[in-house]
């Protein structure tokens, strides 16, 4: 890590994408916040000798589990929105690994 040690030039350049990563880092989890936490399940009720199907938003509030019904028109909807969280919750654990690998070429650059 000689070439880091002596180029300012590199040492800026990390640490602006450093930065950068940092404001993506709070913008994807203001993102996360907004969308709904969970999964989705399909549960089946049966009721004299009749099968009914309805789903659920099954998640966790602390330690407790919380299974909310969902309106069938909802369905369509939250499906999307929850692929879309797990779609930032992936790219948010990126970010996450770069920050940690710049901060850690950074100091040994000092």
Same mark, same amino acid.
């Given at each position: 890590?000689?070439?880091?040690?002596?180029?300012?030039?590199v040492?800026?350049?990390?640490?602006?994408?450093?930065?950068?990563?940092?404001?993506?880092?709070?913008?994807?989890?203001?993102?996360?916040r907004?969308?709904?936490k969970?999964? %989705?399940? =399909?549960? /089946?009720?049966? &009721?004299?000798? +009749? *099968?009914?199907?309805?789903f659920?938003?099954?998640?966790?509030?602390?330690?407790?589990?919380?299974?909310?019904?969902?309106?069938q028109?909802?369905?369509?909807?939250?499906?999307?929105?929850?692929a879309k969280?797990?779609k930032?919750?992936?790219?948010?654990? %990126?970010? =996450?690994? /770069?920050?940690? &690998?710049?901060s +850690? *070429?950074?100091?040994?650059?000092?």
């Amino acid at each position: 890590m000689k070439v880091v040690e002596k180029d300012k030039f590199v040492i800026g350049m990390l640490n602006s994408e450093l930065r950068r990563s940092k404001e993506m880092v709070k913008g994807l989890q203001r993102s996360v916040r907004v969308l709904p936490k969970g999964v %989705l399940n =399909e549960r /089946k009720k049966c &009721y004299k000798n +009749k *099968v009914y199907f309805y789903f659920s938003l099954k998640y966790r509030d602390g330690d407790r589990v919380i299974n909310q019904h969902i309106p069938q028109e909802r369905v369509h909807l939250l499906k999307e929105q929850i692929a879309k969280r797990k779609k930032i919750e992936k790219e948010l654990a %990126l970010y =996450e690994k /770069k920050i940690s &690998y710049l901060s +850690k *070429v950074i100091r040994v650059g000092r």
